[in-house]
């Protein structure tokens, strides 16, 4: 989109208070924005910008032209100066919060000066702009190669808006023309994307080289301008001679992409100068290559007019064929066949374009490639054909397609494998259907004697299942391993798939090695039925797999209460742990399994067990937040009082993961309010820290020590203005939290929070008597820190609160002379400002009898 939509008006808006805003012979457009405004605004932004300026702006922001009639006249007068800087966005802004998140985004931060130099280079107001350098107190060296955030400087604004006037203006007061933005772009590559060929050239004037490439990419301006379509720039460089065939950091010439990005006229134009229509870049493309990615005939023929090779090949082996094949351009395989391109031409894996079209589903394609006389039953490098591609992805109709044209059904790649196992073995149930009503071998056996079934019971499809075993698919057949289609669906968790198979005569036998294996998969699935039939077979319950995992882990972990009920009733070792340390009950109350917890605490599960931390089920319990389970283990007789290997407690736990049900729960079960970690940090420290206010105020209401101070000597109160937590801070005040402690490296806490950044912080503690002339351990005020770290903001809220602009701290030295010492002009001018107004407000005091 461009900067600015042009509202074409011959002439300066008049406008009067109470009526109507408008302009001389205005665009439909513009007319009918700037008649629904209302009529106050222009008094309101008339300052910054005209009504026909403020058209054209509107126009180009559909939020603004959105706000017109919701918005009121204050709320145009406290944002007109904010939407300005966001004309020059290049992509649309459709949302207010988008809006003016890129606003504080990219201008935050800036003094007003230097935003109002952004705002007129938007304008192209050069005379206002001239005068706001003129009137700055700023060395002008410093003012003119300003950044926003994206470090975009003036100069690059006024060069994408061809705000020539300007550029030269900059140019001459010392902004450099070689300063890269973000993207590690020039203003001159700007100009040229946006084509402004003005400041294209005023910069080029000034010593850019018209073979500068920028560094991310490596494009020259002729990349540049033939990528963004700059038909008149493009001329102009030819004109000077540049090198045509420049490549960037990935081979593209300026044609490559010229032709990327369908500009027939661009094509035309390099191919005319001389630029190589055959010429590849670093991944073997040719401009060829690429007009077919982008599917534009227009280009492609173009190409094609002057020659183009269409049996190029890239570094992949992919003619301009395969290429169009891949990403189903139709017409252009049309335009490339007709111009003798290799129809059975083979990349590095050994696809034809009619592999590749089959693979990528367009069966257009391959109808077309067909009827050309393609090779239907050509093979790749691993031996498959288009058939056996478009059955692995499923992909019916070309499947179809394929067949009605002879198509071998039953052909094998290098592993054997027909059309129809690969459709199995990828879930693809409608291919796989056809192919059997098609007269597919079902009797195919693979490498590890795996047959169809084995396949499509560990993908669990039991429509293919009952497709194979209608078609006369042996249930029980076994691989190399003694293992058949029932111990598939079981090791996947296929549960439906294993119902359908016993229901369909499939037995149970393993041998012994995976007996437990299929004893713990069916408990992990609920399949209460294989369970017993496994068990059936003298398969030892508790046997367990590498993990130390049992069948009643297992069930446990996913729920399945009546497994969990089979298993402990066959005689499950109900407290068994892990390798771990975890036993089922651990499981359940972590998952927050209430019935199962509940069925295993009532058949004898352990409620005082521990892991392998040390944290018993109370522990975990809280710090997860399952509050019915919590109050179960509380019923059971749980210890409230245990600590972890850190000295953790259940209390801990809740508080630290700001469960507030589970903290109530503990305190009025007994839980130590203050117990403090191996890092002598009490509930109360952890609870600040997460802010949350609720189990604060149920630690305090317990009465939880307001000023214990951890292993550093850090209280609550300093954790809670360190993290920003106002209400945690102004509840720990109310408290008796003192508010001149101070911290490990004796600051001041005032200071804390001010080197933060925590004003409103800040202000809860001076309200609570924190001196705001405290000195931090090197002997600076938080006026005089904040001056040496450059915050005006925060300098204008300590003056604001009282702070002494005199005041020397233990450094005998007033703000005024460490923000000349830091060479900060902007600091030292708001400082003066500041002991004007001081030394005004003392001056004018009444002096006299009476008066001090």
């Not at 007061?173 to 993207?183: P, Q, R, S, V």
């Not at 102009?236 to 540049?242: K, M, S």
């Not at 027909?418 to 059997?436: G, H, K, M």
């Not at 009920?565 to 407290?575: E, S």
Request: negative net charge; proline residues 3%.
């Amino acid at each position: 989109m461009a900067f600015f939509e042009e509202v074409r008006a011959d002439s300066a808006p008049a406008a009067t208070s109470g009526s109507q805003i408008s302009i001389t012979n205005p665009g439909a457009q513009a007319n009918s924005l700037l008649a629904s405004l209302p009529p106050e605004l222009v008094l309101h932004v008339g300052q910054y910008l005209t009504p026909r300026d403020f058209t054209r702006l509107a126009l180009t922001c559909s939020y603004l032209y959105a706000c017109v009639n919701t918005k009121s006249a204050g709320f145009w007068q406290r944002q007109a100066r904010q939407f300005l800087p966001l004309s020059t966005v290049i992509d649309e802004i459709e949302t207010q919060e988008a809006f003016v998140e890129h606003y504080q985004a990219t201008f935050g931060g800036l003094s007003s000066d230097e935003e109002s130099l952004f705002i007129q280079v938007c304008l192209g107001n050069t005379k206002k702009f001239e005068e706001i350098i003129s009137n700055s107190t700023i060395d002008n060296n410093i003012l003119v190669n300003k950044n926003d955030k994206n470090r975009n400087s003036l100069l690059h604004y006024a060069s994408a808006l061809g705000r020539v006037q300007i550029i030269n203006y900059l140019v001459k007061e010392g902004a450099k023309i070689h300063l890269l933005n973000g993207f590690e772009l020039m203003p001159i590559q700007l100009a040229v994307s946006r084509g402004q060929i003005g400041a294209m050239l005023s910069l080029l004037e000034r010593g850019i080289n018209v073979y500068a490439a920028d560094r991310m990419r490596g494009n020259t301006l002729l990349h540049v301008a033939a990528e963004y379509g700059q038909t008149e720039i493009v001329s102009y460089l030819l004109d000077r001679e540049v090198n045509i065939e420049a490549k960037n950091w990935s081979g593209d010439t300026p044609l490559h992409r010229a032709a990327l990005n369908k500009n027939t006229e661009l094509v035309n134009l390099l191919l005319d100068r001389g630029a190589q229509v055959d010429t590849t870049n670093y991944d073997g493309n040719t401009p060829l290559h690429l007009a077919v990615c982008s599917n534009d005939t227009n280009v492609v023929s173009a190409l094609l007019s002057k020659d183009a090779d269409v049996s190029a090949t890239n570094n992949s082996g992919c003619t301009p064929l395969h290429t169009a094949a891949t990403h189903g351009h139709a017409e252009i395989v049309v335009t490339l066949l007709n111009k003798g391109a290799d129809i059975n031409a083979l990349n590095n894996s050994g696809c034809t374009p009619l592999q590749t079209a089959a693979t990528h589903g367009h069966t257009k394609i391959v109808a077309t490639f067909l009827s050309k006389g393609a090779d239907i039953n050509a093979t790749d490098n691993s031996g498959c054909t288009p058939l056996h591609t478009g059955a692995k992805y499923g992909h019916t109709e070309i499947v179809v397609t394929l067949l009605n044209k002879g198509a071998d059904i039953n052909a094998t790649d290098r592993s054997g494998l027909t059309p129809l196992y690969y459709s199995v073995q990828n879930n693809q149930d409608e291919t796989a259907e056809l192919l059997l009503d098609r007269g597919a071998n079902i009797k195919l056996i693979d490498e590890g004697r795996h047959t169809l079934l084995h396949r499509a019971a560990t993908v669990g499809s039991t429509k293919i299942i009952s497709l194979l075993l209608d078609k006369g698919a042996d249930v029980n057949e076994i691989d190399e391993n003694g293992l058949t289609a029932l111990f598939m669906a079981l090791s996947e968790g296929r549960s439906e798939a294993v119902s359908m198979l016993l229901d369909n005569g499939a037995t149970i036998d393993v041998p012994d090695d995976y007996k437990i294996a299929q004893l713990i998969t069916a408990a992990e699935c609920g399949h209460d039925r294989a369970v017993t039939l496994v068990l059936s077979k003298g398969t030892d319950i508790n046997g367990v797999i590498e993990s130390g995992k049992c069948a009643l882990h297992q069930a446990v972990s996913n729920n399945h209460i009546e497994t969990v009920r089979l298993l402990l009733d066959r005689g499950a070792n109900i407290n068994a742990p892990d390798d771990w340390g975890y036993t089922s009950l651990s499981i359940a109350v972590e998952k927050g399994h209430k019935e199962v917890t509940s069925l295993l605490l009532d058949g004898g599960g352990d409620v005082e067990t521990v892991n392998a931390f040390s944290q018993n089920l109370l522990h975990t319990a809280s710090a997860k937040g399952h509050t019915e389970i919590v109050s179960l283990l509380l019923s059971k007789g749980a210890n409230v009082y245990t600590a972890d290997r850190y000295d953790l407690t259940p209390l801990h736990a809740a508080v630290k993961n700001n469960h507030s049900e589970e903290v109530s729960l503990l305190l009025n079960s007994g839980a130590i309010v203050d117990a403090a970690d191996i890092e002598e940090l009490t509930p109360l420290h952890y609870a600040v820290v997460d802010g949350s206010v609720r189990v604060v105020s149920l630690l305090l209401n317990s009465g939880a020590n307001v000023d214990a101070a951890d292993k550093n000597k850090l209280t609550p109160l300093y954790w809670a203005v360190k993290n920003n937590r106002s209400e945690v801070v102004s509840l720990l005040l109310d408290s008796g939290a003192n508010a001149n402690v101070t911290c490990q490296s004796v600051r001041p806490l005032l200071h804390v929070a001010f080197d933060s950044g925590h004003t409103e912080v800040a202000l809860l503690l001076l309200n609570k008597g924190a001196d705001i002339e405290a000195t931090n351990p090197w002997g600076y005020t938080p006026l005089q820190q904040a001056v040496r770290n450059g915050d005006r903001d925060l300098v204008s809220s300590l003056l604001d609160l009282g702070a002494d602009i005199k005041a020397e701290g233990k450094v005998g030295k007033t703000p005024i002379q460490l923000a000349k010492e830091n060479r900060d002009p902007y600091m030292v001018q708001l400082l003066e400002v500041y002991a004007a107004k001081f030394n005004e407000k003392n001056t004018s005091r009444p002096r006299g009898p009476g008066f001090c």
